[in-house]
């Protein structure tokens, strides 16, 4: 927030977040930091902490934290920029008056403001090139085969990219400077440094924000070309975790019908709007994100997720499910029949019969048991994994009367005794009250130790932090761990060689890794030597191994018994002992 050389900057570095939160909160010094009662939730035990010398909070209890900025706006509810002018106030920094912006930020709206523009001619662009070139009329003519009629082709403002890749760049080369049109995320370079059009021979879909300015496209392959769907770059108008598609759209019926549809693809939020469902929204290409939820959530809580049902939509169902559930979403699922997407499965059975669907899509915890069906259940092993796939998202049930009532469908439904299911239940219950006092799904983030001490590490290790970020990007160390997130923007903050500000770098994080970065970053670590890193990344290294072990172990056992040691069984097999070698105990 506070960028660089900026006044906020400026008031960061010299306001004293103690003396200004001591001003809200009755603070006592308690080891290198100051603790009390935090003001954001009821406590009897102070579990609210103040650093002075990283000069960020943050609530053990209820996770509120930030830098000083963040402190003010919470309490005082009121804008950043306002936040700024109070903190610099209170200590008598002087405030420049509001009209004197910095040149860089006056540049950067100026920016901004010729890529909305460039984006909303690129459209006009694109669209008169789908009617009126002999190529894109066959796209045209592609599209009105897939069942999109000319007049859902100008309400959603579909047009053309052209198969010579330069084409947009004739139409904008003398009206845009090249240093605009090469953040637009419209244009590549080549080997001689000539930019050329991004995106050739596709289909282009206009991606527009919450409030309807075009930002970024979607392109559709025409015929095989790969990849099928090519997706404008982040840019300083688009970021892909922001942005919904069609919600500029669907705002509306999304209040009144207090109900979203949410599906993956812009095709798919195309059918079920023109089905006369204009609540959807698409998260497009990624997976849900939180800001994404959070955005829909402006509008309504209850959502439907219809996702393809393949496997890659299946799980980027389960894992939208989470994310969804943690932000409070009351939550509905719809696996359409005959593996079907929502394009497909309307343009095959109609908009009735989507729509009667829709409305008898189950809640989630339905769907899931009916997907733990699926797996073996002629084993108490199968059954074990049948249980462990549901317990996560039975947990985040907030009720706990409707815990306890889905607690009895599944035993029922996977043929479980309840007891049995009803002990493992309290006892992962009991086993995450004891671990953290915090909201419970902190639990299982909480970070193993050898990757806690490397965050510390990141951190506090003015010696050798970029030599071990160095060399922890180098093997890619830092891959599929609970906090790959949070080392990777250390990693990155330590590669600009500068000491990392663990409430700047905090903002960027989602919630979940916000916490637990403030988290560590506050315990106290004994001071930290280049032998303990190594070791540290040695049990990482090693956890690798061990994975890659029981990946090797799968395979092997899946070649069938009496098979003949072919080359690539026996590729695994050798795998198998230079792994087992390398992860044996050191001869004493
Ligand atoms: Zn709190």
């Given at each position: 927030?506070?960028?660089?050389?900026?006044?906020?900057?400026?008031?960061?570095?010299?306001?004293?977040?103690?003396?200004?939160?001591?001003?809200?909160?009755?603070?006592?010094?308690?080891?290198?930091?100051?603790?009390g009662?935090?003001?954001?939730?009821?406590?009897?035990?102070?579990?609210?902490?103040?650093?002075?010398?990283?000069?960020?909070?943050?609530?053990?209890?209820?996770?509120?934290?930030?830098?000083?900025?963040?402190?003010?706006?919470?309490?005082?509810?009121?804008?950043?920029?306002?936040?700024?002018?109070?903190?610099?106030?209170?200590?008598?920094?002087?405030?420049?008056?509001?009209?004197?912006?910095?040149p860089?930020?006056?540049?950067?709206?100026?920016?901004r403001?010729?890529?909305?523009?460039?984006?909303?001619?690129?459209?006009?662009?694109?669209?008169?090139?789908?009617?009126?070139?002999?190529?894109?009329?066959?796209?045209?003519?592609?599209?009105?085969?897939?069942?999109?009629?000319?007049?859902?082709?100008?309400?959603?403002?579909?047009?053309?990219?052209?198969?010579?890749?330069?084409?947009?760049?004739?139409?904008?080369?003398?009206?845009?400077?090249?240093?605009?049109?090469?953040?637009?995320?419209l244009?590549?370079?080549?080997?001689?440094?000539?930019?050329?059009?991004?995106?050739?021979?596709?289909?282009?879909?206009?991606?527009?924000?919450?409030?309807?300015?075009?930002?970024?496209?979607?392109?559709?392959?025409?015929?095989?070309?790969?990849?099928?769907?090519?997706?404008?770059p982040?840019?300083?108008?688009?970021?892909?975790?922001?942005?919904?598609?069609?919600?500029?759209?669907?705002?509306?019926?999304?209040?009144?019908?207090?109900?979203?549809?949410?599906?993956?693809?812009?095709?798919?939020?195309?059918?079920?709007?023109?089905?006369?469902?204009?609540?959807?929204?698409?998260?497009?290409?990624?997976?849900?994100?939180?800001?994404?939820?959070?955005?829909?959530?402006?509008?309504?809580?209850?959502?439907?997720?219809?996702?393809?049902?393949?496997?890659?939509?299946?799980?980027?169902?389960?894992?939208?499910?989470?994310?969804?559930?943690?932000?409070?979403?009351?939550?509905?699922?719809?696996?359409?029949?005959?593996?079907?997407?929502?394009?497909?499965?309307?343009?095959?059975e109609?908009?009735?019969?989507?729509?009667?669907?829709?409305?008898?899509?189950?809640?989630?915890?339905?769907?899931?048991?009916?997907?733990?069906?699926?797996?073996?259940?002629?084993?108490?092993?199968?059954?074990?994994?049948?249980?462990?796939?549901?317990?996560?998202?039975?947990?985040?049930?907030?009720?706990?009367?409707?815990?306890?009532?889905?607690?009895?469908?599944?035993?029922?439904?996977?043929?479980?005794?309840e007891?049995?299911?009803?002990?493992?239940?309290?006892?992962?219950?009991?086993?995450?009250?004891?671990?953290?006092?915090?909201?419970?799904?902190?639990?299982?983030?909480?970070?193993?130790?050898?990757?806690?001490?490397?965050?510390?590490?990141?951190?506090?290790?003015?010696e050798?932090?970029?030599?071990?970020a160095?060399?922890?990007?180098?093997?890619?160390?830092?891959?599929?761990?609970?906090?790959?997130?949070?080392?990777?923007?250390?990693?990155?903050?330590?590669?600009?060689?500068?000491?990392?500000?663990?409430?700047?770098?905090?903002?960027?994080?989602?919630?979940?890794?916000?916490?637990?970065?403030?988290?560590?970053?506050?315990?106290?670590?004994a001071p930290?030597?280049?032998?303990?890193?190594q070791?540290?990344?040695?049990?990482?290294?090693?956890?690798?191994?061990?994975?890659?072990?029981?990946?090797?172990?799968?395979?092997?056992?899946?070649?069938?018994?009496?098979a003949?040691?072919?080359?690539?069984?026996?590729?695994?097999?050798?795998?198998?002992?230079?792994?087992?070698?390398?992860?044996?105990?050191?001869?004493?």
């Amino acid at each position: 927030m506070a960028e660089a050389g900026s006044f906020a900057d400026r008031v960061k570095q010299q306001a004293d977040i103690v003396r200004v939160i001591g001003e809200y909160v009755r603070l006592k010094k308690s080891g290198q930091n100051f603790a009390g009662l935090c003001p954001f939730h009821s406590e009897k035990t102070p579990s609210f902490s103040v650093s002075a010398t990283k000069q960020f909070y943050y609530c053990f209890g209820c996770g509120a934290g930030g830098d000083v900025f963040k402190f003010v706006m919470e309490m005082d509810k009121v804008t950043f920029p306002d936040s700024v002018r109070a903190v610099a106030e209170k200590c008598g920094i002087a405030i420049p008056r509001a009209k004197e912006r910095t040149p860089e930020e006056r540049k950067e709206n100026q920016q901004r403001t010729s890529l909305v523009e460039i984006h909303k001619e690129a459209a006009a662009f694109f669209v008169q090139q789908l009617n009126g070139t002999p190529e894109g009329r066959a796209a045209k003519a592609y599209l009105l085969d897939r069942g999109l009629d000319s007049e859902a082709m100008s309400r959603f403002g579909i047009g053309f990219a052209s198969s010579g890749g330069e084409s947009l760049m004739r139409a904008f080369q003398q009206k845009y400077p090249e240093k605009v049109l090469e953040v637009s995320g419209l244009f590549s370079r080549d080997q001689n440094g000539r930019l050329f059009d991004r995106f050739r021979r596709r289909v282009m879909f206009p991606i527009a924000n919450d409030s309807g300015q075009i930002v970024a496209f979607g392109g559709r392959a025409l015929g095989d070309d790969l990849p099928k769907y090519l997706n404008s770059p982040e840019t300083p108008i688009y970021t892909k975790s922001n942005i919904l598609y069609h919600l500029d759209r669907a705002k509306e019926s999304l209040r009144q019908s207090d109900f979203a549809v949410l599906v993956e693809g812009y095709m798919d939020a195309i059918a079920v709007a023109r089905a006369g469902i204009p609540n959807v929204v698409a998260s497009c290409g990624t997976s849900l994100t939180e800001p994404q939820v959070k955005l829909l959530n402006r509008f309504t809580r209850r959502i439907i997720v219809n996702y393809d049902p393949d496997t890659a939509g299946q799980a980027a169902a389960e894992r939208s499910l989470t994310i969804l559930l943690e932000q409070g979403a009351e939550v509905r699922v719809l696996a359409l029949p005959g593996g079907k997407d929502p394009d497909s499965f309307i343009r095959s059975e109609g908009a009735a019969a989507y729509a009667k669907l829709l409305k008898e899509a189950p809640p989630y915890v339905d769907y899931l048991i009916s997907r733990a069906r699926k797996m073996d259940m002629s084993t108490g092993e199968g059954k074990l994994r049948a249980v462990n796939f549901l317990m996560p998202y039975v947990q985040r049930i907030p009720d706990r009367i409707l815990r306890s009532e889905w607690a009895t469908r599944i035993a029922q439904q996977l043929r479980i005794e309840e007891p049995v299911l009803r002990e493992s239940m309290r006892k992962a219950a009991s086993e995450r009250r004891s671990e953290v006092k915090a909201r419970p799904e902190l639990v299982g983030r909480i970070g193993k130790p050898a990757e806690r001490r490397l965050v510390q590490m990141l951190i506090e290790a003015d010696e050798f932090r970029s030599k071990l970020a160095q060399e922890i990007l180098a093997e890619e160390l830092h891959r599929g761990l609970e906090s790959e997130r949070i080392l990777a923007v250390l990693i990155e903050a330590c590669a600009l060689n500068t000491k990392p500000d663990a409430s700047a770098l905090g903002m960027a994080l989602e919630d979940r890794d916000r916490r637990l970065l403030f988290e560590i970053a506050f315990e106290s670590g004994a001071p930290s030597s280049w032998e303990e890193a190594q070791s540290c990344l040695d049990v990482l290294r090693r956890r690798r191994a061990e994975e890659e072990l029981s990946a090797v172990q799968r395979q092997i056992e899946s070649f069938a018994a009496g098979a003949t040691a072919g080359g690539e069984l026996r590729r695994l097999l050798e795998r198998k002992q230079e792994l087992r070698r390398r992860l044996a105990p050191p001869v004493q």
